[in-house]
């Protein structure tokens, strides 16, 4: 069993959706828990860092954890054709120290 | 401020020949990792340096792969001899330490033929 569960997808969604992304994870010890943006042929950026459990939101971006289900998601509202990416979930046991990524999901958003 | 540097961008080499990449973090980050991201999948952490320091090497392949980044600064990779399994996109990524954020670079996508 992997430590970290992405569905790869792919995921194509009309533009103006509401896409969900998840993650699940084995170990509970793990306390940081981010979501990176990853477009063809670049490295992967941060997008949503959240510490422990609860949501946290940017713009149209919602990161939510639920530590009791080692269960994490990743919300996108009025979805956008740019947003069209691969996302990655990641968590570690300290901050930025050893990222453990999942498959990432490959998303299409269709004008 | 510039971002993670990266080359060269792409390589196609034949299987049992060597190969090398470099990077070159963001100014003032001590930490530098090396991460390996097989087509359809997430990166996996190869490498951590502190510094000039190794801190995790637990999933280098050391019989093949080694790294070096001895003036705390640029980094090399390098794979001898290179299998058909190693073709992958290699990233580079470095932090302050400070922040939570790793900051990655564009990658070296190596193709094992």
């Known amino acids: 069993q992997k430590e970290v569960e992405q569905d790869p997808g792919p995921l194509s969604v009309p533009e103006g959706a509401i896409v969900s992304l998840n993650c699940t994870y084995s170990n509970s010890a793990f306390q940081y828990f981010m979501w990176y943006r990853q477009y063809s042929r670049k490295g992967p950026e941060l997008l949503m860092y959240?510490?422990?459990?609860g949501n946290k939101e940017d713009g149209r971006f919602t990161a939510q954890v639920d530590k009791s289900s080692k269960y994490i998601s990743l919300f996108i509202r009025d979805s956008q054709p740019s947003d069209s990416a691969t996302y990655l979930c990641?968590?570690?046991?300290?901050?930025?120290?050893?990222?453990?990524f999942g498959q990432g999901t490959r998303l299409t958003i269709n004008p | 401020e510039a971002g993670v540097a990266q080359s060269p961008r792409y390589k196609i080499i034949e299987k049992r020949q060597s190969v090398a990449f470099w990077c070159n973090p963001i100014s003032g980050h001590a930490t530098l990792y090396w991460y390996q991201q097989i087509l359809g999948q997430g990166p996996k952490l190869l490498i951590q340096?502190?510094?000039?320091?190794?801190?995790?090497d637990s999933q280098l392949p050391k019989d093949r792969f080694s790294a070096e980044r001895l003036k705390g600064v640029d980094s090399t990779l390098k794979i001898q001899p290179a299998k058909l399994e190693d073709s992958a996109v290699y990233l580079c990524?470095?932090?302050?330490?400070?922040?939570?954020?790793?900051?990655f670079g564009p990658g070296t996508r190596l193709t094992v033929t």
């Open positions: 990524a470095s932090t302050s330490g400070v922040s939570y954020e790793q900051y």
């Open positions: 340096f502190q510094n000039n320091g190794v801190v995790d």
């Open positions: 959240t510490y422990s459990s």
């Open positions: 990641a968590m570690s046991l300290q901050g930025a120290q050893k990222l453990v």
